[in-house]
Protein backbone atom coordinates (compact mmCIF):
# COMPACT_ATOMS: atom_id res chain seq x y z
CA UNK A 1 0.00 0.00 0.00
CA UNK A 2 1.21 3.59 -0.92
CA UNK A 3 1.94 6.06 1.59
CA UNK A 4 -0.47 8.24 0.18
CA UNK A 5 -3.29 6.09 0.77
CA UNK A 6 -2.18 4.83 3.84
CA UNK A 7 -2.17 8.63 4.71
CA UNK A 8 -6.18 8.70 3.39
CA UNK A 9 -7.31 5.75 5.36
CA UNK A 10 -5.63 7.14 8.61
CA UNK A 11 -7.43 9.87 7.68
CA UNK A 12 -10.82 8.45 7.01
CA UNK A 13 -10.94 6.38 10.09
CA UNK A 14 -9.67 9.76 12.54
CA UNK A 15 -12.77 11.26 10.73
CA UNK A 16 -14.99 8.19 11.22
CA UNK A 17 -14.12 8.31 15.28
CA UNK A 18 -14.56 11.83 15.61
CA UNK A 19 -18.33 12.95 17.41
CA UNK A 20 -20.43 14.86 15.71
CA UNK A 21 -19.84 18.91 16.28
CA UNK A 22 -15.86 18.49 17.15
CA UNK A 23 -13.29 20.51 15.74
CA UNK A 24 -11.42 18.32 12.75
CA UNK A 25 -8.54 20.37 13.58
CA UNK A 26 -7.10 17.62 15.75
CA UNK A 27 -8.37 14.76 13.03
CA UNK A 28 -6.96 15.77 9.87
CA UNK A 29 -3.21 14.98 10.60
CA UNK A 30 -1.67 14.91 7.71
CA UNK A 31 1.91 16.13 8.83
CA UNK A 32 3.75 13.73 10.98
CA UNK A 33 4.71 11.37 8.62
CA UNK A 34 7.00 13.16 6.60
CA UNK A 35 7.91 15.87 9.59
CA UNK A 36 8.75 12.93 11.93
CA UNK A 37 10.83 10.89 9.02
CA UNK A 38 12.61 14.48 8.41
CA UNK A 39 13.04 14.76 12.85
CA UNK A 40 14.77 11.66 12.87
CA UNK A 41 16.71 11.40 9.68
CA UNK A 42 18.28 15.33 11.28
CA UNK A 43 18.28 13.32 14.72
CA UNK A 44 20.58 10.67 13.29
CA UNK A 45 22.64 13.08 11.27
CA UNK A 46 23.16 14.74 14.76
CA UNK A 47 24.17 11.75 16.08
CA UNK A 48 26.85 10.98 13.65
CA UNK A 49 27.86 14.87 14.49
CA UNK A 50 27.91 14.08 17.70
CA UNK A 51 29.94 10.82 17.82
CA UNK A 52 32.87 11.99 15.49
CA UNK A 53 33.39 16.14 16.45
CA UNK A 54 34.01 14.53 19.90
CA UNK A 55 37.37 12.23 19.66
CA UNK A 56 37.95 14.29 16.28
CA UNK A 57 38.83 17.76 18.36
CA UNK A 58 40.80 16.14 20.59
CA UNK A 59 44.31 16.68 19.27
CA UNK A 60 43.66 20.50 17.97
CA UNK A 61 41.56 21.24 21.42
CA UNK A 62 44.96 19.65 23.17
CA UNK A 63 47.28 21.59 21.16
CA UNK A 64 45.28 25.04 21.54
CA UNK A 65 45.12 24.86 25.06
CA UNK A 66 48.68 23.47 26.14
CA UNK A 67 48.06 20.58 27.45
CA UNK A 68 48.61 16.77 27.18
CA UNK A 69 45.70 15.00 25.05
CA UNK A 70 45.75 12.69 28.38
CA UNK A 71 44.38 15.11 30.13
CA UNK A 72 41.39 14.95 27.58
CA UNK A 73 40.66 11.44 26.66
CA UNK A 74 38.41 10.75 29.61
CA UNK A 75 35.67 12.52 28.03
CA UNK A 76 35.37 9.26 25.20
CA UNK A 77 34.57 6.98 28.86
CA UNK A 78 32.50 10.44 29.43
CA UNK A 79 30.22 10.46 26.43
CA UNK A 80 29.77 6.65 26.86
CA UNK A 81 28.61 6.64 30.71
CA UNK A 82 26.46 9.48 29.84
CA UNK A 83 24.97 7.32 27.02
CA UNK A 84 24.25 4.58 29.25
CA UNK A 85 22.48 6.76 31.29
CA UNK A 86 20.38 8.07 28.53
CA UNK A 87 19.36 4.59 27.88
CA UNK A 88 18.18 4.00 31.61
CA UNK A 89 16.40 7.38 31.58
CA UNK A 90 14.43 6.22 28.46
CA UNK A 91 12.96 3.55 30.71
CA UNK A 92 11.97 5.79 33.38
CA UNK A 93 10.34 8.50 30.91
CA UNK A 94 8.46 6.52 28.89
CA UNK A 95 5.49 6.42 30.19
CA UNK A 96 5.47 10.12 30.61
CA UNK A 97 7.32 11.38 27.26
CA UNK A 98 6.17 10.17 23.65
CA UNK A 99 9.02 9.53 21.45
CA UNK A 100 8.80 12.59 19.44
CA UNK A 101 9.49 14.41 22.85
CA UNK A 102 11.93 11.95 23.96
CA UNK A 103 14.06 12.82 20.64
CA UNK A 104 13.15 15.91 20.75
CA UNK A 105 14.97 16.42 24.44
CA UNK A 106 17.56 14.45 23.48
CA UNK A 107 18.56 16.54 20.59
CA UNK A 108 18.60 19.93 23.05
CA UNK A 109 20.77 17.86 25.72
CA UNK A 110 23.20 17.34 23.19
CA UNK A 111 22.70 21.10 21.34
CA UNK A 112 23.40 22.32 24.89
CA UNK A 113 26.50 20.22 25.57
CA UNK A 114 27.71 20.63 22.20
CA UNK A 115 27.50 24.61 22.72
CA UNK A 116 29.12 24.16 25.84
CA UNK A 117 32.07 22.12 24.50
CA UNK A 118 32.96 24.68 21.32
CA UNK A 119 33.45 27.17 24.15
CA UNK A 120 35.28 24.87 26.87
CA UNK A 121 38.79 25.32 26.70
CA UNK A 122 39.55 23.39 30.22
CA UNK A 123 39.37 19.31 30.26
CA UNK A 124 36.63 19.13 33.22
CA UNK A 125 34.19 21.57 31.24
CA UNK A 126 34.90 20.01 28.20
CA UNK A 127 34.65 16.07 30.15
CA UNK A 128 31.22 17.47 31.72
CA UNK A 129 29.74 18.22 28.48
CA UNK A 130 30.98 15.14 27.07
CA UNK A 131 28.43 12.99 29.32
CA UNK A 132 25.67 15.37 28.77
CA UNK A 133 25.97 15.17 25.52
CA UNK A 134 26.16 11.17 26.20
CA UNK A 135 22.94 11.36 27.86
CA UNK A 136 21.31 13.29 24.95
CA UNK A 137 22.31 10.73 22.52
CA UNK A 138 20.96 7.95 24.79
CA UNK A 139 17.28 9.84 24.50
CA UNK A 140 17.57 10.75 21.64
CA UNK A 141 18.47 7.38 19.83
CA UNK A 142 15.91 5.87 21.66
CA UNK A 143 13.06 8.34 20.47
CA UNK A 144 14.21 8.14 17.26
CA UNK A 145 14.38 4.46 16.69
CA UNK A 146 11.08 4.25 18.15
CA UNK A 147 9.57 6.63 15.73
CA UNK A 148 11.04 5.05 13.08
CA UNK A 149 9.31 1.63 13.90
CA UNK A 150 6.01 3.83 13.85
CA UNK A 151 5.98 5.57 10.73
CA UNK A 152 7.87 3.11 8.29
CA UNK A 153 5.43 -0.11 9.60
CA UNK A 154 7.20 -3.27 7.65
CA UNK A 155 9.86 -1.23 6.39
CA UNK A 156 11.59 -0.52 9.31
CA UNK A 157 14.65 -2.33 8.88
CA UNK A 158 14.82 -0.56 5.24
CA UNK A 159 14.57 2.78 6.68
CA UNK A 160 16.79 1.68 10.46
CA UNK A 161 19.38 0.90 7.55
CA UNK A 162 18.84 4.34 5.82
CA UNK A 163 19.48 6.24 9.04
CA UNK A 164 22.67 3.82 10.21
CA UNK A 165 23.86 4.91 6.82
CA UNK A 166 23.38 8.68 7.65
CA UNK A 167 25.28 8.49 10.98
CA UNK A 168 27.93 7.12 9.29
CA UNK A 169 28.24 9.44 6.24
CA UNK A 170 28.06 12.30 8.66
CA UNK A 171 30.70 10.61 11.17
CA UNK A 172 32.78 10.54 7.91
CA UNK A 173 32.37 13.68 6.25
CA UNK A 174 32.00 16.43 9.34
CA UNK A 175 35.74 15.78 10.82
CA UNK A 176 36.50 17.33 7.48
CA UNK A 177 36.10 20.76 8.59
CA UNK A 178 38.42 20.67 10.76
CA UNK A 179 41.00 19.15 8.63
CA UNK A 180 40.68 21.94 5.34
CA UNK A 181 38.94 24.75 6.97
CA UNK A 182 41.40 27.94 6.88
CA UNK A 183 41.27 28.14 10.55
CA UNK A 184 40.89 26.77 14.11
CA UNK A 185 37.69 24.70 12.85
CA UNK A 186 37.28 22.67 16.11
CA UNK A 187 35.01 25.03 17.65
CA UNK A 188 32.67 25.32 14.09
CA UNK A 189 32.43 21.22 14.10
CA UNK A 190 30.97 21.51 17.28
CA UNK A 191 28.57 24.62 16.97
CA UNK A 192 27.49 22.66 13.36
CA UNK A 193 26.57 19.51 14.51
CA UNK A 194 24.64 21.28 17.45
CA UNK A 195 22.79 23.48 14.76
CA UNK A 196 21.47 20.68 13.47
CA UNK A 197 20.22 18.60 16.77
CA UNK A 198 18.29 22.18 16.91
CA UNK A 199 16.68 21.64 13.94
CA UNK A 200 16.10 17.79 14.70
CA UNK A 201 14.25 19.10 17.71
CA UNK A 202 12.44 21.96 16.41
CA UNK A 203 10.83 19.72 13.67
CA UNK A 204 10.25 16.74 16.09
CA UNK A 205 8.12 19.24 18.62
CA UNK A 206 6.15 20.60 15.39
CA UNK A 207 5.32 16.86 14.67
CA UNK A 208 4.21 16.00 18.19
CA UNK A 209 2.08 19.14 18.35
CA UNK A 210 0.29 17.87 15.07
CA UNK A 211 0.16 14.44 16.27
CA UNK A 212 -0.89 15.27 19.46
CA UNK A 213 -4.88 14.93 18.51
CA UNK A 214 -6.79 11.54 18.55
CA UNK A 215 -6.21 10.63 15.29
CA UNK A 216 -5.50 6.85 14.84
CA UNK A 217 -1.86 8.04 13.75
CA UNK A 218 -1.45 10.13 16.45
CA UNK A 219 -2.34 7.72 18.77
CA UNK A 220 0.29 5.63 17.37
CA UNK A 221 3.23 7.52 17.99
CA UNK A 222 2.34 8.81 20.99
CA UNK A 223 1.48 5.22 22.77
CA UNK A 224 5.25 4.29 21.23
CA UNK A 225 6.57 4.16 24.43
CA UNK A 226 4.38 2.84 26.38
CA UNK A 227 5.48 -0.64 28.51
CA UNK A 228 4.47 -3.74 25.88
CA UNK A 229 2.19 -6.42 27.47
CA UNK A 230 3.86 -8.82 29.79
CA UNK A 231 4.22 -12.39 27.55
CA UNK A 232 1.94 -15.10 27.96
CA UNK A 233 3.92 -18.68 29.76
CA UNK A 234 2.43 -19.69 25.99
CA UNK A 235 4.76 -17.68 24.14
CA UNK A 236 7.38 -16.78 26.79
CA UNK A 237 9.84 -19.19 25.38
CA UNK A 238 12.48 -20.32 27.80
CA UNK A 239 11.87 -19.29 31.71
CA UNK A 240 13.89 -15.83 33.34
CA UNK A 241 16.70 -17.64 34.88
CA UNK A 242 17.47 -20.21 31.95
CA UNK A 243 17.22 -17.23 29.91
CA UNK A 244 19.22 -14.74 31.69
CA UNK A 245 22.19 -17.44 32.10
CA UNK A 246 22.02 -18.38 27.92
CA UNK A 247 22.00 -14.29 27.11
CA UNK A 248 25.03 -13.69 29.93
CA UNK A 249 27.46 -14.49 27.12
CA UNK A 250 25.90 -12.69 24.43
CA UNK A 251 25.56 -9.25 27.23
CA UNK A 252 29.38 -10.05 28.03
CA UNK A 253 30.66 -10.47 24.19
CA UNK A 254 28.62 -7.17 23.54
CA UNK A 255 30.17 -4.84 26.24
CA UNK A 256 33.73 -6.21 25.25
CA UNK A 257 32.50 -5.57 21.64
CA UNK A 258 31.64 -1.88 22.48
CA UNK A 259 34.45 -1.04 24.46
CA UNK A 260 36.56 -1.95 22.25
CA UNK A 261 34.85 0.30 18.84
CA UNK A 262 34.76 3.17 21.75
CA UNK A 263 38.67 3.12 22.61
CA UNK A 264 39.66 2.36 18.63
CA UNK A 265 36.67 5.51 17.24
CA UNK A 266 37.55 7.68 20.76
CA UNK A 267 41.31 7.63 20.15
CA UNK A 268 41.07 7.79 16.25
CA UNK A 269 42.06 11.37 15.99
CA UNK A 270 45.02 10.60 18.72
CA UNK A 271 46.58 7.90 16.74
CA UNK A 272 46.67 9.45 13.41
CA UNK A 273 48.18 12.38 15.58
CA UNK A 274 50.83 9.93 17.62
CA UNK A 275 51.74 7.64 14.41
CA UNK A 276 51.63 9.26 11.62
CA UNK A 277 52.53 12.64 13.10
CA UNK A 278 49.85 14.40 11.69
CA UNK A 279 49.14 18.07 12.86
CA UNK A 280 46.35 18.85 15.56
CA UNK A 281 44.00 19.87 12.59
CA UNK A 282 44.82 17.11 9.98
CA UNK A 283 44.64 14.24 13.25
CA UNK A 284 40.78 14.50 12.30
CA UNK A 285 41.25 12.05 9.49
CA UNK A 286 41.78 9.39 11.57
CA UNK A 287 38.42 10.08 12.63
CA UNK A 288 36.94 10.09 9.36
CA UNK A 289 38.80 7.28 7.93
CA UNK A 290 37.87 5.28 11.30
CA UNK A 291 33.85 5.93 10.32
CA UNK A 292 34.51 5.59 6.18
CA UNK A 293 35.76 1.33 6.89
CA UNK A 294 33.11 1.28 9.43
CA UNK A 295 30.63 1.97 6.41
CA UNK A 296 32.97 -0.44 4.03
CA UNK A 297 32.81 -3.23 6.73
CA UNK A 298 29.04 -2.95 7.47
CA UNK A 299 28.43 -2.78 3.61
CA UNK A 300 31.09 -6.03 3.35
CA UNK A 301 29.42 -7.79 5.86
CA UNK A 302 26.25 -7.17 4.61
CA UNK A 303 26.74 -9.09 1.56
CA UNK A 304 28.40 -12.14 3.58
CA UNK A 305 25.73 -11.73 5.66
CA UNK A 306 23.18 -13.49 3.44
CA UNK A 307 25.24 -17.01 2.69
CA UNK A 308 25.88 -16.84 6.69
CA UNK A 309 24.81 -19.97 8.15
CA UNK A 310 25.88 -19.41 12.03
CA UNK A 311 26.18 -15.65 12.90
CA UNK A 312 27.71 -17.17 16.00
CA UNK A 313 30.60 -18.56 14.21
CA UNK A 314 30.83 -15.32 11.30
CA UNK A 315 30.66 -12.83 14.33
CA UNK A 316 33.58 -15.15 16.28
CA UNK A 317 35.75 -15.28 13.10
CA UNK A 318 35.88 -11.84 12.87
CA UNK A 319 36.21 -11.09 16.50
CA UNK A 320 39.74 -13.25 16.19
CA UNK A 321 40.69 -11.85 13.10
CA UNK A 322 40.34 -8.65 15.29
CA UNK A 323 42.46 -10.04 18.04
CA UNK A 324 45.03 -11.06 15.22
CA UNK A 325 45.68 -7.32 13.84
CA UNK A 326 45.82 -6.01 17.44
CA UNK A 327 48.12 -7.86 18.35
CA UNK A 328 50.35 -7.88 15.42
CA UNK A 329 49.78 -4.07 15.90
CA UNK A 330 50.91 -4.16 19.56
CA UNK A 331 54.11 -5.34 17.99
CA UNK A 332 54.58 -2.96 15.45
CA UNK A 333 53.71 0.11 17.01
CA UNK A 334 56.93 0.82 18.18
CA UNK A 335 59.47 0.18 15.40
CA UNK A 336 56.58 0.34 12.09
CA UNK A 337 54.00 2.78 13.19
CA UNK A 338 53.09 2.83 9.55
CA UNK A 339 52.41 -0.82 9.19
CA UNK A 340 50.19 -0.94 13.24
CA UNK A 341 48.02 2.22 11.03
CA UNK A 342 47.09 -0.84 8.63
CA UNK A 343 46.48 -3.28 10.58
CA UNK A 344 44.55 -1.47 13.09
CA UNK A 345 42.63 -0.26 9.88
CA UNK A 346 41.77 -4.03 8.94
CA UNK A 347 40.76 -4.40 11.98
CA UNK A 348 38.03 -1.84 12.17
CA UNK A 349 36.71 -3.85 8.96
CA UNK A 350 36.54 -6.48 10.74
CA UNK A 351 35.56 -5.03 13.70
CA UNK A 352 32.22 -3.00 11.40
CA UNK A 353 29.50 -5.63 12.12
CA UNK A 354 29.85 -7.67 15.30
CA UNK A 355 27.57 -5.18 16.73
CA UNK A 356 24.40 -5.87 14.96
CA UNK A 357 25.52 -9.44 14.65
CA UNK A 358 25.77 -10.68 18.35
CA UNK A 359 22.82 -8.50 18.75
CA UNK A 360 20.93 -10.85 16.13
CA UNK A 361 22.77 -13.98 18.32
CA UNK A 362 21.10 -12.47 21.40
CA UNK A 363 17.88 -11.80 20.16
CA UNK A 364 17.63 -15.13 18.30
CA UNK A 365 17.53 -17.53 21.84
CA UNK A 366 14.26 -14.83 22.69
CA UNK A 367 10.58 -14.96 21.47
CA UNK A 368 8.81 -11.44 19.91
CA UNK A 369 7.54 -10.55 22.61
CA UNK A 370 10.77 -10.80 25.39
CA UNK A 371 12.83 -8.90 22.40
CA UNK A 372 11.96 -5.20 23.13
CA UNK A 373 12.79 -5.62 26.67
CA UNK A 374 15.52 -7.93 26.04
CA UNK A 375 16.98 -5.09 23.38
CA UNK A 376 17.35 -2.88 25.90
CA UNK A 377 19.39 -4.84 28.38
CA UNK A 378 21.74 -5.68 25.61
CA UNK A 379 21.96 -1.96 24.61
CA UNK A 380 22.60 -0.81 28.29
CA UNK A 381 25.17 -3.59 28.77
CA UNK A 382 26.93 -2.24 25.51
CA UNK A 383 26.51 1.14 26.80
CA UNK A 384 28.38 0.05 29.72
CA UNK A 385 31.51 -1.36 28.22
CA UNK A 386 31.48 1.60 25.83
CA UNK A 387 31.67 3.00 29.43
CA UNK A 388 34.78 1.22 31.52
CA UNK A 389 37.10 -0.30 28.92
CA UNK A 390 38.24 3.38 27.87
CA UNK A 391 38.42 3.89 31.75
CA UNK A 392 40.30 0.49 31.94
CA UNK A 393 42.35 2.00 29.03
CA UNK A 394 43.34 5.29 30.19
CA UNK A 395 44.06 3.79 33.61
CA UNK A 396 46.37 0.68 32.66
CA UNK A 397 48.27 2.15 29.64
CA UNK A 398 51.03 4.61 30.49
CA UNK A 399 50.39 7.54 27.78
CA UNK A 400 47.55 7.89 25.44
CA UNK A 401 48.87 5.14 22.57
CA UNK A 402 51.40 2.79 23.29
CA UNK A 403 51.76 -0.97 23.17
CA UNK A 404 49.55 -1.72 25.95
CA UNK A 405 46.31 -0.31 24.74
CA UNK A 406 46.28 -2.42 21.81
CA UNK A 407 47.26 -5.29 24.06
CA UNK A 408 44.06 -4.70 26.20
CA UNK A 409 42.04 -4.28 23.00
CA UNK A 410 43.14 -7.94 21.42
CA UNK A 411 42.62 -9.45 24.66
CA UNK A 412 38.82 -7.77 24.91
CA UNK A 413 38.04 -9.60 21.41
CA UNK A 414 39.63 -12.66 22.47
CA UNK A 415 37.23 -12.99 25.28
CA UNK A 416 34.47 -11.60 22.98
CA UNK A 417 35.42 -14.71 20.52
CA UNK A 418 35.27 -17.24 22.91
CA UNK A 419 31.92 -15.52 24.85
CA UNK A 420 29.76 -15.69 21.35
CA UNK A 421 30.54 -19.34 20.92
CA UNK A 422 28.69 -19.82 23.80
CA UNK A 423 25.74 -18.35 23.19
CA UNK A 424 22.62 -20.31 22.28
CA UNK A 425 23.12 -21.71 18.69
CA UNK A 426 19.34 -21.05 17.81
CA UNK A 427 18.77 -19.96 14.79
CA UNK A 428 17.67 -16.51 14.04
CA UNK A 429 13.59 -17.18 13.67
CA UNK A 430 12.34 -13.37 14.28
CA UNK A 431 11.74 -10.42 12.58
CA UNK A 432 13.83 -8.28 14.73
CA UNK A 433 16.79 -11.22 15.30
CA UNK A 434 16.60 -11.50 11.25
CA UNK A 435 17.12 -7.63 10.56
CA UNK A 436 19.71 -7.04 13.08
CA UNK A 437 21.83 -9.58 12.03
CA UNK A 438 21.12 -8.91 8.24
CA UNK A 439 21.34 -5.39 8.21
CA UNK A 440 24.21 -5.23 10.40
CA UNK A 441 23.22 -1.92 11.58
CA UNK A 442 25.07 0.10 14.36
CA UNK A 443 26.00 0.29 17.56
CA UNK A 444 24.73 1.60 21.01
CA UNK A 445 25.53 5.23 20.42
CA UNK A 446 28.87 6.98 19.04
CA UNK A 447 29.11 4.63 16.57
Known amino acids: MSAHRRDELDEEQAESRTPTGASPAVSADAVPPRVSTAAVFLAFAGLGGTAASV ?15 DAYLPAVPALFGGLLLGVLLTTVIASRLTPLRTLALGAGLQAVALATMAAASQPPFFITAAAVAGVGFGLGEAGGSIVAKRIADAGTARLLTALTATVAAVAALGPLIVVFAPFDARALLLAAVAAVHVAAGLIAMRATVHSHGRTARGAGLDAATQPPAPASP ?10 AIALASVAVALALYVGIETIVSGWSAVLASELLELTPAHAALGTSAFWAL ?50 IGAAILALA ?14 SDAQAERITGLLVACGAGGGALLPVAAIALVPGSVGTGLFVLTAVGATLACVLVLLAPASAPTTSSSTAAARSASKGPGPQ
Open 294 to 343: MALGRGIAWLLLRAARDPRRYAAANLGIVAVLMAAAAFSVVEEPIIAVLL
Open 353 to 366: PCYAVILGVGLAAV
Open 234 to 243: AVAGRGGRGL
Open 55 to 69: PAVLPALAAAAATPI
